[in-house]
């Protein structure tokens, strides 16, 4: 797909099969990559929890984060959030890096943090409470039905990616 394509996007869903390391790892080039400087919504609906819990490593992911690009992005929806390391880090780079974000959703089973593991995921937290406490941040335990994508079938819209 040609660079045009995602300077002049305005609205992406991601599918993630799997939030793990590589998984963020590719959001983040996508997001380096492609000059998205026109997208206003951003969709992300991580996979149902997993039943037993995660065997990877607890490191940050110190990939080149996403540049500024995002000065645009105003609404983030993020279903099935779990409180994995890996989704929380996105959020958190979601949030330093979308200055014009209005509002950022996260539909989530458990509306208190899961346990977490290590100092960058501490400090991600109390990033993440802080954005909630200030109303940039909105925890909800369903969907709320007013902000969907404008084209939810993704067989059926081209700018719907799977990572």
Known sequence: MGGDLFRSMTELQLIMLEMKAPELANIYV???????SNLERLFVQFPIAPHEPLVDSFDYVGLEQPPDVLENLKVVKITNFNWNRYELQLVCILLR??????KLLLITPSLEPLQVHGIQQQADLLFLAEAVANGKVILSGSDDAATQPFHSDASADFKTFSC
């Not at 996508?30 to 998205?36: E, R, T, V």
């Not at 890096?97 to 209005?102: E, V």
């Open 30 to 36: 996508l997001l380096n990559k492609s000059g998205c």
């Open 97 to 102: 890096k979308a200055s014009s974000l209005h």
